[in-house]
C-alpha cells in the first residue's frame, strides 16, 4: 500500500529564512555537486524495499511533522567532512542516516522538521574489508546486511556468517549504533563492533580504537585501544557522523539445527523464563531467542485483521485461538525459536537438555520441523538464525491496510514475575486503546527486551492517536516500576530520556554538557534520543 502527499513548499529549518536557505544549498551543491543535492518537494511511501529518505513512512504523528527540508549525498568521508562545515556556517540542522529503513523508530525522518538529511547509503556503500583469517569486516554505512552476506559469497568466504537482524534491508553499520539485535550467538551488534571513524559536528575526523595508531593491524580485533573508549558516544547520540565501522564475523560453525517449542497457556510465560534464564546464561540457548506470542504467528500469516474479526477493539483471544488451530504449529500461547550450532554430536548434547526442561511445562509440544511446509514461517527463522537476511518478518504489517507500526522496547531481567508485569501493562493498555499487540520476548544473554509491535492504520487518525496515547501510557506504566526502553520511535525520545533521570537527570547533565562541547552550534541531529543542544533547550521543542 502507498501513501502519498503532493506538497510543494519545502519545509525550511526553524529560524532560516527561505532566502538564507537557498544560498544556502546553492553552496552546498558547489561543494558537492548539484546531482547529489535535492530538494524535498515530494512525500512518496514507497515500500520497504524502495524506502523513503524524506520522511518516516511509518508515521505516528501527522505524516509531514517530521520531513527533511533537503537530502544530501556525500561519496567520501572528506565530503561529509564539507557537509559538516556548512552545517556550521549556515547553522542548518543535519541529520546523519545510513539506509534510513529503521522503520518502528522513525525510519529516515529527522527529530527537528527541516532538517538536511545526510543519506550516507547512496554513495558509501562499499564493503572496505574482509579478513577471512581474523573473521572480521570493515563497512562503510551503505552495507545492508544482503550486500554484506552476497559479498562474503562472492569472495568465496563459505566459511564466513554474517549475523542478520529480522529484516536484513537495513544498514549493518546504522543497525549496530541504534544497538539492534540479530539471531546467531553473535546477535548483540554493538558488542561485535570494533573501531570506528567518525566526523565530529565540528568537522575533525577520528578513528576510535586502534584506529588511531597509523600502520596498526588490530583495528577491527581490540575494539578499546589505549584510554577512554568513546565509542558509546555515537551510539543513540547525535555526536557524529560514522563513516566506517568494523565487526567480527562468525566463523561457521560446522552445522546447525532450528528447533520451534509451543506452550499452551498465557499463564506459561512466568514458568517458561524461568526455564529460559540459566540455559540462556549458561549458553545452552545459544542465539537471541525468540518467545512469541501466538497472536504475531497469525499476524505473520500476512492476512489483514478482517480476515478475523470485524468488531472493534483488541481481537478477542477466543478468535486468536481458533485461528491458530489452523497453523502447522497448531494452538498454542507462545512459540519459542531457537536454534542450536555445531556438528550433531555437540547439537545433540544441547537440544537434550533444552527438551528435558522445555517439556516440564504441561502441554509443551516440541514441532518436528519435518512436518512443516517449505513456506512456514519457521524456516524465515531458520535462515535468519543462520545468518541468511530476509524480508518476510513484515507479514504482518499487513494487519491492517496502509499498515504502520511502533514498537514498545522495555528492557528487564530475564524473570518470570518481570516478564508477567511487563505483558501485564501491555495487554491493559492496548485494551484501553483498542489496538491489537503483537508481543516477542527476545532474550539477550542475561536481560531481555520485550518487543510489542503494534500496527495501525496509517490513514486513520483516531487510530494513530491512539497509537501515540498507548505508547506513552506503557511507556510511563513501565518507568513506574523500574523499567526503560532500548530504543524508540523519534516521537517518545523526550519521554524515555526522562525516565532515564537517577539523581536529578545527572546522566541527562553530562550528556547535554559533552553536546554543548562538541557540537557548539547545535547542529548535528538536535533532540536525537532527547539530547537537546543548549540553542533548542527550554523553547519547546520536547514531545
Ligand atoms: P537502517 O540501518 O535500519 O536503515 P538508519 O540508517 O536509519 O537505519 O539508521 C538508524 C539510526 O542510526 C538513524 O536514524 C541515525 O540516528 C543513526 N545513524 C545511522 N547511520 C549513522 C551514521 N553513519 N552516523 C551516525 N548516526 C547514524
Known amino acids: 500500500t502507498k501513501s502519498q502527499s503532493n506538497r510543494t513548499a519545502i519545509a525550511l529549518p526553524q529560524g532560516v529564512g ?18 547529489h543535492v535535492e530538494l524535498v518537494t515530494k512525500l512518496n511511501d514507497g515500500w520497504y524495499m524502495e524506502n523513503p529518505n524524506t520522511h518516516d513512512a511509518m508515521h505516528v504523528a501527522e505524516e509531514d511533522a517530521l520531513v527533511a527540508s533537503a537530502i544530501v549525498y556525500p561519496s567520501t568521508t572528506e565530503e561529509v567532512q564539507k557537509i559538516v562545515h556548512w552545517a556550521n556556517k549556515y547553522r542548518i540542522p543535519i541529520s546523519p542516516i545510513s539506509i534510513g529503513r529503521n522503520y518502528g523508530y522513525g525510519g529516515a525522518a529527522p527529530r527537528v522538521r527541516g532538517a538536511v538529511v545526510i543519506d550516507l547509503g547512496r554513495r558509501m556503500n ?24 552476497e559479498e562474503i559469497q562472492d569472495r568465496g568466504f563459505k566459511h564466513l556468517w554474517a549475523d542478520v537482524p529480522d529484516i536484513g534491508g537495513g ?78 564475523l562468525m566463523p561457521n560453525p560446522g552445522g546447525y539445527e532450528s528447533y520451534l517449542y509451543t506452550f499452551p ?20 540457548l545459544e542465539n537471541v531467542a525468540q518467545l512469541r506470542h501466538v497472536s504475531m504467528q497469525i499476524g505473520l500469516e500476512g492476512k489483514p485483521r478482517s480476515t478475523y474479526y470485524a468488531g472493534k477493539g483488541r481481537v478477542p483471544d477466543s478468535i486468536i485461538h ?68 530476509d524480508i518476510e518478518e513484515l507479514r504482518w504489517v499487513n494487519w491492517h491496510p496502509n499498515g504502520g507500526h511502533a514498537a514498545f522496547s522495555p528492557v528487564s531481567p530475564v524473570r518470570g514475575h518481570d516478564a508477567t508485569a511487563l505483558w501485564d501493562i501491555a495487554r491493559t493498555r492496548c485494551e484501553e486503546f483498542d489496538l491489537d499487540l ?47 526502553e532500548y530504543r524508540t520511535h523519534l516521537a517518545f525520545m523526550d519521554q524515555i530520556a526522562g525516565t532515564y533521570n537517577w539523581n536529578d537527570g545527572a546522566l541527562m547533565k553530562f550528556n547535554e554538557k559533552i553536546k554543548d562541547c562538541l557540537d557548539p552550534n547545535g547542529i548535528m541531529a538536535p533532540g536525537k534520543s532527547g539530547v537537546w543542544p543548549a540553542r533548542y533547550r527550554g523553547r519547546g521543542w520536547e514531545m
Open 265 to 284: 497457556k498465557d499463564e506459561d510465560l512466568s514458568q517458561l523464563i524461568e526455564i529460559i534464564r540459566p540455559l540462556r546464561i549458561a549458553m545452552i
Open 438 to 484: 503483537f508481543p516477542t520476548f527476545v532474550v539477550g544473554l542475561r536481560e531481555m527486551h520485550l518487543i510489542v509491535e503494534i500496527v495501525f492504520n496509517r490513514d486513520e487518525p483516531v487510530m494513530r492517536n491512539n497509537v501515540r496515547a498507548c505508547l506513552r501510557a506503557m511507556i510511563d506504566d513501565a518507568a513506574k516500576l523500574g523499567y526503560g
Open 126 to 149: 562499499r564493503v572496505l574489508d574482509i579478513n577471512p583469517d581474523d573473521c572480521t569486516c570493515l563497512v562503510e554505512p551503505g552495507v545492508t546486511y544482503f550486500a554484506l552476506y
Open 171 to 248: 544498514s549493518v553499520l546504522g543497525n549496530a549504533l541504534d544497538r539492534g539485535v540479530g539471531y546467531t550467538p553473535y546477535g548483540d551488534h554493538w558488542m561485535m563492533h570494533s573501531g570506528m571513524e567518525v566526523v565530529l559536528p565540528t568537522g575533525e575526523v577520528i578513528r576510535t580504537g586502534m584506529g588511531a595508531l597509523p600502520g596498526n593491524n588490530s583495528w577491527q580485533l581490540f575494539p578499546y585501544g589505549f584510554g577512554p573508549t568513546p565509542d558509546g558516544l555515537f551510539s543513540q547520540s547525535n555526536l557524529g557522523i560514522v563513516t566506517k565501522m568494523g565487526f567480527g
Open 322 to 389: 481458533e485461528a491458530a488451530k489452523k497453523l502447522s504449529s497448531g494452538d498454542c500461547s507462545w512459540l519459542y525459536y531457537g536454534m542450536a550450532y555445531g556438528p550433531r554430536e555437540i547439537r545433540k548434547y544441547k537440544l537434550e537438555i533444552i527438551h528435558k526442561e522445555f517439556m516440564k511445562i504441561p502441554g509443551a509440544r516440541r514441532i518436528d520441523p519435518t512436518t512443516l511446509p517449505t513456506t512456514d514461517y519457521f524456516w524465515v527463522r531458520d535462515r535468519i538464525a543462520s545468518g541468511v537476511p
Open 18 to 35: 527561505e532566502s538564507t536557505f537557498h544560498r544556502a544549498i546553492d553552496a552546498l551543491r558547489g561543494h558537492l555537486g548539484k546531482d
